[in-house]
């Protein structure tokens, strides 16, 4: 091979080489900068400042448009807590979601429905907790209890949904565990 291929070789793989660098520093900066919206969409969305909350809604894939899907995690809690889902509760799930304002077909209603499907994680649990003191934080009394009440409701209706024999107890223990510590994230 004559010394022009060779040069002209070297000066291909080198901007291949640089090409390719130069795309995963484009990748990582438009990463950083969607990121960074994300953060600032979800800080306007929901009034939290914590930057590490934020950080965990953002790597939970919750953006500002599905914040109000995530809102009702609860209500997954509440449907699983038995260990299994039931298509009545998944329902209930979706016609409290629609209640809410979030429509069928939507990002935030597909990001309820996976979630739905995928059932509870301790890394959504813990965020949606950190985010309830946080909002709890936030409300007066008032606020605070027709936030607990109204979620408290929305989640029971899910629970009552496929539960007890000849209409008794059918809330179970572990549903109400649940109940529970939803009421408890907003207590005065």
């Known amino acids: 091979m004559s010394n022009d291929a060779l040069r002209k070789r070297e000066k291909a793989l080198e901007e291949e080489f640089f ?29 939290l400042s ?30 699983w807590a038995d260990g299994k889902l039931d298509r009545d509760e998944r329902d209930a799930i ?10 069928a077909g939507s990002a935030g209603y597909q990001m309820l429905e996976a979630t739905i499907a995928d059932g509870p994680t301790e ?14 934080a936030r409300l007066d009394p008032k606020e605070r209890r027709a936030v607990r009440e109204d979620l408290v409701r929305r989640a029971r209706v899910v629970a009552e949904t496929s539960g007890g024999v000849l209409g008794m107890r059918k809330i179970s223990g572990k549903e109400q565990r649940v109940l529970d510590r939803i009421a408890e994230a907003f207590a005065d």
């Open 94 to 103: 979706l016609a409290a979601a629609v209640a809410a304002g979030i429509e």
């Open 50 to 79: 914590d930057p590490q909350i934020l950080d965990r809604l953002v790597a939970l894939q919750v953006r500002g448009e599905t914040m109000a899907a995530f809102w009702l995690y609860p209500l997954v809690e509440v449907a």
């Open 19 to 47: 090409a390719r660098q130069s795309q995963q520093l484009r990748d990582t900066l438009k990463a950083t900068f969607d990121r960074e919206a994300t953060r600032d969409e979800l800080k306007a969305a929901t009034g």
């Open 123 to 136: 890394a959504r649990r813990d965020v949606w907790f950190a985010y309830a003191r946080d909002l709890a």
